[in-house]
């Protein structure tokens, strides 16, 4: 099978999208109309619709990523202790992983741009199938946003532990009540000239054809 230049520019770009953290260039400003861009590209993310719009949150100012950051650090830092005190109890040495979270959490403020990608409503206590239906109006924006990112050499990485001090962030944003945050995303130019895909395992040991189990495809 040949594979048509649009088609390899495409799985470029979405096998090196990774999550960015120490590659960040916090000195390099982030012009609003890239974050305009990268917003218009995500709105023709692939969803059933518009009826809960999607609205991206921009935090540039210092003192206003400042109360954003200092949030997620006290989500993030109890967090990590917890999660290396349970590694060490199971007689693991704590990753590198959980130094690097921790780095991110005590620089967020430093990044150019913090973007929070909210929609509107509230349906945290509605049926499980309209509440996938709803974050699965928004969240293919936020990862569409992060592919518009990267294709103007931005990262970006996916995290949602400010939810647990979500109240608080739409206090500091000043967001209505009626306002469903689902992913914070850093932003900043990264430093370097590119990724590469990352280690995964092979995609058939995941694929299950007709039933559950069975990894052998279909002949044809």
């Known amino acids: 099978m040949t594979i048509d230049v649009a088609a390899a520019a495409a799985d470029k770009l979405l096998t090196t999208t990774r999550g960015v953290r120490k590659r960040m260039d916090f000195s390099r400003p982030v012009a609003p109309e890239i974050i305009r861009q990268c917003a218009e590209v995500a709105m023709q993310a692939p969803v059933g ?5 999607t609205h991206f949150i921009v935090a540039t100012e210092p003192d206003v990523k400042m109360r954003i950051a200092d949030l997620y650090r006290k989500v993030c830092d109890p ?17 590198s992983g959980v130094e690097l979270y921790r780095w991110q959490g005590e620089t967020m403020h430093e990044l150019p741009a913090l973007v929070i990608v909210a929609i509107e409503g509230r349906f ?38 400010h939810l647990y001090e979500e109240a608080a962030v739409a206090k500091a944003l000043g967001m209505p009540d009626n306002v469903t945050q689902t992913v914070l995303l850093p932003v900043a130019y990264y430093t370097g000239d590119d990724f590469r895909p990352a280690k995964r395992p092979p995609a058939d040991n995941f694929i299950h054809w007709n039933r559950w189990g069975d990894h052998t495809s279909p002949a044809g």
């Open 79 to 95: 967090y990590l202790v917890d999660l290396e005190a349970k590694m060490e109890a199971g007689g693991d040495r704590p990753k």
């Open 49 to 53: 619709g518009m009826e809960w719009p």
């Open 124 to 161: 945290e206590s509605e049926p499980v199938g309209m509440q996938a239906a709803k974050y699965g109006m928004v969240l293919p924006v936020a990862w569409s946003f992060m592919l518009a990112l990267r294709a103007r050499g931005l990262g970006s990485c996916w995290t949602t532990l």
